[in-house]
């Protein structure tokens, strides 16, 4: 089993792959979609479950979304199908930052996917090249709540804090008009439904080489979060316009 497959099984716990509950996700997707026949691009979508979900409360929206992973997209399209969404979603295989469209979005989503990018203002710099007159961008990234050691920053990168993350948006061009800092239960829940699932997951194939190994991925990653950042890594998700069109 392959990391990709291990992130898989971890996330069916929690399709959402980042620290948001399903309310946080509805209300972020509302206010991004004040007129309800916007086009949605995501730069990054994994199995697409920030645009399955607006598609499913927005019978007038259409999206895109774009990732590297071959498997992601194909989760994303049987989902899609599962749920009556397929003729309003489309999905393109490739690298997000090397996508090219020639209409542009009214609003793009990048949730904790700053990584594919080199980081946050990057992936602002792809975003604002798909982005319509108006547009809104929807992004999410890590902070640090306190100051992290250093087994915390090699491990998830290297990060400010809440206040000067956001003062590099807005120094970039760009002004919040909305956001979300995931509260403690919303990070808590995200880690104890991924590493419990994969552990879960392990634990029902004792007799599977993977099954050992499985629960060995979720032991670590528990460990990592409780021992290394759990009481310093925060997650912020913005919802932006620019500062001037």
């Known amino acids: 089993m392959n990391r990709e497959q291990m992130s898989r099984?971890?996330?069916?716990?929690?399709?959402?792959?980042?620290?948001?509950?399903?309310?946080?996700?509805?209300?972020?997707?509302e206010r991004g979609t004040p007129r309800g026949d916007e086009r949605l691009l995501d730069l990054g979508c994994g199995s697409a479950e920030w645009l399955?979900?607006?598609?499913?409360?927005?019978?007038?929206?259409?999206?895109?979304?774009?990732?590297?992973?071959?498997?992601?997209?194909?989760?994303?399209?049987?989902?899609?199908?599962?749920?009556?969404l397929g003729e309003r979603l489309v999905l393109h295989h490739g690298a997000a930052a090397d996508f090219v469209s020639p209409d542009p979005f009214d609003l793009v989503l990048s949730v904790g996917a700053a990584h594919a990018f080199g980081g946050l203002l990057p992936t602002l710099a792809a975003a604002r090249a798909h982005l319509a007159p108006g547009g809104q961008v929807l992004i999410g990234d890590g902070f640090w709540e306190h100051p992290p050691s250093p087994e915390a920053v090699e491990m998830l990168g290297d990060f400010t804090d809440l206040a000067s993350t956001v003062d590099r948006v807005v120094a970039d061009g760009w002004t919040p008009v909305h956001g979300h800092v995931s509260s403690r239960q919303e990070l808590d829940a995200y880690e104890w439904a991924c590493w419990g699932t994969l552990a879960a997951w392990g634990l029902d194939r004792p007799t599977d080489p993977d099954g050992p190994r499985a629960l060995a991925m979720a032991a670590t990653r528990r460990s990592e979060w409780l021992r290394s950042y759990r009481d310093t890594w925060g997650f912020v998700t913005l919802l932006l316009r620019r500062t001037a069109d």
Not at 9 to 29: F, Q, T
């Open 9 to 29: 099984i971890a996330h069916s716990g929690h399709p959402i792959k980042a620290p948001l509950d399903d309310a946080s996700v509805r209300r972020l997707l």
């Open 52 to 84: 399955l979900r607006a598609l499913a409360t927005g019978p007038q929206l259409h999206a895109v979304g774009v990732d590297i992973s071959d498997d992601a997209l194909t989760q994303a399209r049987e989902a899609a199908d599962r749920r009556g």
